[in-house]
């Protein structure tokens, strides 16, 4: 009996032990759960905000770029060549050369785009927490850069500086800058304003329609009346034209004068390369008063051609978009092959095409064309127009030949014409 009341008495003490651990923690979860409510009562709500409110990038970022583009970092010197997620910081440089142009975004939503042969520099792209006022900053050092601006809140700043300007731009503006080699300047306005302050401090608003240049000593011209470029009128971008009995053909090239501004003659270049690179240029015309011209003898290839316009003052436009066009063989009536023609529709009327034939062929469809890559397989998108119910695929390999295919668009595959 007395081992058993022994044994009775140490498992009393163990449970009234634990119940006074329990007390004690018990205590001092209160004091925790006490203080807390203190703090949110003095502070508020420290987590208030987790989950609502999203920062702003970090740095601008790159939407699209070509040729070749590098950015110089401002804090190692390092030069690399950008990616789809680099950012660019304040500080570093991008630069262009004669085959590259960039655009960037910046921290208002205002774009850049960066031309051949330019360096800018990105000196600020701050943003607050709440993303309503921000600081934008860019130094055109050399070339040719435009901007466009969206609405901007009170208190946004978007500054552009030249070697002999600095202009704050206004939201909704469009303008472009440029710095040349022989140390003159220009600024163009196409829409918005641009208040502009020269080098000896004199301030001038500019607005849609006007040009400006800057003379080597920093000194702002009077405001002309902008020229605008010439449009491309034929041939059509990515037409065909075939040669003669010598090999070659002769292409007649006609464009539109300038909507705004008087042209006193234009000048004319024809490229293989879509950059007009020096080594690429294949004809290159200028003082011309027409606005045509017949670029002869030109061998078969792909070819790229564009015009600019120059004003009597001196004044130069933008070089017109370029368009593409194809000198080709007739061709010895060879069928072009084409296999495994598929149509996927994506949403709505926009489907896409795949299919195999040689590498090198060239697939056209519905005025969209692309070269077959050395893996053979193929992929373009397209839209079809309403109540359509098949599309024409045309393969043209690099001798002319050209071979016409009917395909369904309701999945089952047709033959050619």
């Not at 030249?162 to 472009?176: H, L, V």
Request: net charge positive.
């Amino acid at each position: 009996m007395a081992n058993t009341s022994n044994r009775f008495a140490f498992d009393w003490w163990v449970i009234q032990k634990r119940i006074v651990y329990l007390l004690v923690a018990l205590v001092v979860l209160c004091g925790l759960a006490g203080g807390a409510a203190v703090y949110v009562w003095k502070y508020g709500n420290p987590l208030r905000n987790v989950g609502t409110t999203i920062k702003p990038p970090g740095g601008a970022r790159f939407i699209s770029f070509e040729g070749d583009v590098r950015v110089i970092r401002a804090a190692t010197r390092e030069t690399i060549v950008p990616g789809g997620d680099t950012e660019l910081f304040p500080g570093d440089t991008v630069q262009t050369q004669a085959s590259g142009r960039a655009r960037v975004s910046m921290a208002d939503g205002s774009t850049l785009l960066v031309r051949p042969n330019s360096t800018i520099i990105i000196r600020d792209n701050a943003s607050d927490d709440n993303g309503k006022k921000t600081n934008v900053h860019v130094v055109v050092d050399s070339g040719q850069m435009s901007v466009r601006t969206e609405n901007q809140p009170a208190g946004t700043n978007n500054v552009v500086e030249t070697p002999k300007t600095t202009s704050k731009i206004g939201e909704q503006t469009a303008a472009s800058f440029g710095v040349k080699p022989e140390g003159t300047e220009e600024i163009r306005i196409n829409s918005g304003a641009v208040e502009t302050t020269s080098r000896s401090g004199e301030k001038t608003t500019f607005r849609a329609g006007d040009y400006v240049a800057i003379n080597p000593s920093g000194t702002i011209s009077r405001p002309q009346k902008l020229l605008d470029m010439p449009l491309l009128a034929e041939p059509h971008d990515l037409q065909r034209v075939f040669v003669g009995g010598n090999n070659a053909a002769n292409v007649s090239l006609k464009w539109l004068r300038p909507q705004s501004g008087t042209a006193a003659f234009y000048r004319v270049e024809v490229a293989t390369s879509p950059f007009f690179v020096a080594d690429g240029i294949v004809i290159g015309r200028d003082q011309l008063a027409s606005t045509e011209f017949t670029a002869n003898d030109l061998r078969p290839g792909v070819y790229f051609w564009r015009v600019r316009a120059t004003a009597a003052s001196g004044q130069a436009s933008d070089w017109s978009d370029p368009k593409k066009f194809v000198i080709a063989a007739r061709g010895t009536g060879s069928n072009v092959p084409v296999s495994d023609l598929a149509a996927e529709r994506l949403h709505g009327s926009v489907y896409l095409i795949r299919g195999r034939s040689s590498p090198g062929t060239t697939i056209r469809i519905a005025g969209r064309e692309m070269l077959v890559p050395t893996a053979g397989t193929f992929q373009i998108q397209t839209t079809a127009p309403a109540g359509i119910g098949e599309i024409t695929v045309e393969a043209i390999d690099p001798q002319g030949n050209i071979s016409p295919y009917r395909l369904s668009l309701s999945g089952n595959r047709s033959g050619r014409d």
